[in-house]
């Protein structure tokens, strides 16, 4: 089984209600000039995935602490319809996000614990660029855009931005 940590600390049970309001909950609206396309979205959003391997976990309890397994399932673009969510459950397909679509847009939420503010831009960066193509518009990817997996942080900045992640247990000690 490949168990990585999960946030900044495996240890902290990741299952809190989301919803607006919540602080374990963050949410950005995205307005659009037209209802968003669900099939282009859904095109973008496992193209922005194959670069966020991070982002592409299930949360797995194992020793009283949470770890992150790879997850292949589809990411299900829910209505916009405000109820409560769990993620990393059934409703989420097991991510610890969520896309929500609405008439006039769609919104991004995710557990507080996925990532950092800078990774959340990339990957919403990074989503939009690939958006944007399946648009048939033309765009370059900026300094933000993720275009290959191993662009991700070298260890020393994940020391850097992750302090703790080297007190959580490695992989199969937990």
Known sequence: ????????????????NGGEGSA??????????????????RRAIEATLKNFPEFALRPAIRG??????????EVPLLDDDG?????GTEETAG???AFRCSGTGF???????????????C?????FYHYALEQGLS???????????????????????????????AGDDA
């Open 1 to 16: 089984m490949n168990l990585m940590p999960v946030g900044i600390s495996n240890q902290l049970f990741y299952f809190m």
């Open 24 to 41: 374990f909950d963050i949410c950005f609206r995205f307005v659009c000039e037209a209802p968003p396309d669900r099939a282009k979205l």
């Open 64 to 73: 009283n602490a949470v770890w992150g397994m790879p997850n292949e399932n």
């Open 83 to 87: 109820s409560i969510l769990h993620y």
């Open 95 to 97: 991510y610890l996000f």
């Open 107 to 121: 919104s991004f939420s995710y557990f507080h614990g996925l990532a950092d503010f800078h990774g959340v831009w």
């Open 123 to 127: 990957f919403l960066r990074t989503l």
């Open 139 to 169: 765009v370059p990817p900026d300094d933000f855009v993720r275009l290959d997996a191993a662009q991700m942080v070298s260890a020393d900045e994940q020391e850097r931005l992750d302090p703790y992640r080297r007190f959580a247990p």
